[in-house]
């Protein structure tokens, strides 16, 4: 489709306000750019009613960018033809002036034009004001909207039906006994168990004043665990002078049972976390961190049995507030001062280059020049291969990940198609304005490529592992996918729900060149970047990522890279 075409398709994301606002105020510019003779009565008033309905667009809650800009040229309208509502012009304007204000009025028509290339990414949508109601009241209004708009029911194959047959009961016994506990964690159960990472209460704060969190999981024992892939739970992290270390619990001990109970068994149930697990391979890793979580003070008793030692121990520790220290070092979390994007030569010949994230920091004002200036260096230095390393990114701008790509192939290639809701037409379209190609750059790099990916690369940064599979040069490596939570968040749905909560959640999908979702996990737990080599989860490699501190995921790459031709 044309460029004007896809200008013009994008009534379907204004309100009828914005609509309205947009036939009249061209109705006005071009009837002041078109000389007549006199003009009806009426149309001098067409600026006064565009204002009307600008007020009234505002008091129905449409502040976005594109609202605005809409806003702004009906003013300015208003301001220059209020006097003919009071004194119709009577004079016959020069030939001068005629020419000077048809200008004017063509120049008047850019500000509709941008407003309607960026009308979907800053399209209105509103706030749902639950907070008033009742707890099953405002959950069966928040259930009722997202089955209608949530971006990935389908794909989920969620039973909207089903989750209001159970969650109701729950909300009205909250409501009815006055439990604020119980309606907080049903809340996030529900929220939960759309098995989406862009789903989040937003104004949760989980480890400063959550007195449920705190009350469930504020104890800690000192240790982290993780399973492997023939069902042993091995400890992963070992805090130093604390009461598993005291006991003599060592880094690889494994766990056998847990209050009596097999440890995998445990290990499965395990259902706290900071944000939804969208993937079976994120689920898997954070289990393990908040199996060894317990309300403060309570005992546990742990049967084990640490690597040097084929003993069978017992012991019973007390969990203590740690401040969540164990949850803390298990969960890489970047901040301002971390370089988005660093390069180097490693010494075996590769080059290496690690993501953080793709977003341009105080430091480095742009990340696509510096993986550029990487390049020509790798190619001075003729370098075997290249590793980036996207592990642990947490999204970031998708056009940058777009224009990044953009150096490892050789002719254009569709990043992706991006869908929303429209309140037009009831169903989700593709905003035309938004498709994202990778367009070849230079220097191109034509080498192989390895891309370290883990269950907790996320939303943009899932993006190059997805938009480079399947090319003969790219190969993906990583224990698990990526976290499987592609979604788009431009103008997300945000619900405002009893006791302050303020529930957000993504509006938009990622679409491949069959317009099919990419990147989002579907109802089985299966999604995101899906790597080409997995990497065993077993007990040598554990050894030597968790004790012996080698970059397992980094040799394996190396050893991918090796191998390719």
Known sequence: MSMAGNVFGSWMWLTVYEMGLILLNLTVLVGLAVPVQKRY????????????????????????LLAWLIYALTAILFFCTVKNVFRPARRIPTRKFKIARAILCACGVIPLGIA??????????PVSHFGDMGYAQAFVHLNARLSEEYPFGDWKKVDWDRLKR????????????????LYYKTLREYLFSLRDGHIKIANERLYDG??????????????????LDDGKVLVDLVLKDSPAERSGIKLGAEIVSWNGEPAKDVYARASWSESPMATDGDRLFNQGRFMARAPIGQEVRIAYRNRDDHE??????KAYDDHYETLKRTRAKWSETDAPIEASVLSNGYGYVKIRYFLPSKTISNPEKVLKEALNLFRDRQVKGIVIDVRDNPGGDDDLVASMAGFF?????LYEYVSYYSRITRRFEINAMETRIIKPAEPRYTGNVAILINHRTGSSGEGLPIALKGMPHVKIVGFTSTNGSFGVVTGPIRVEMPEGYLLQFPDGRSLNQDKVIQGDSDDTGQGGGIPDIRIPLNEQNFEEKYIQGQDVELNYAIDALARMK
């Open 210 to 227: 959550n007195t449920v969190f705190k009350h469930e999981a504020g104890g800690g024992l000192g240790i982290s665990a993780i399973r």
């Open 166 to 181: 159970k969650y109701e009961p729950i909300f009205e016994k909250a409501e009815q006994t006055k439990d604020k506990d």
């Open 116 to 125: 309607l290339m960026v009308a979907g990414e800053t399209r209105y949508n």
């Open 312 to 317: 069978l121990k017992n012991v019973a520790l």
């Open 41 to 64: 009565r009426w149309f001098d008033f067409l600026p006064s009613a565009g204002v009307a309905i600008a007020i009234a667009s505002m008091l129905n809650g449409d502040t976005t």
């Open 409 to 413: 192939v050789d002719k254009k290639r």
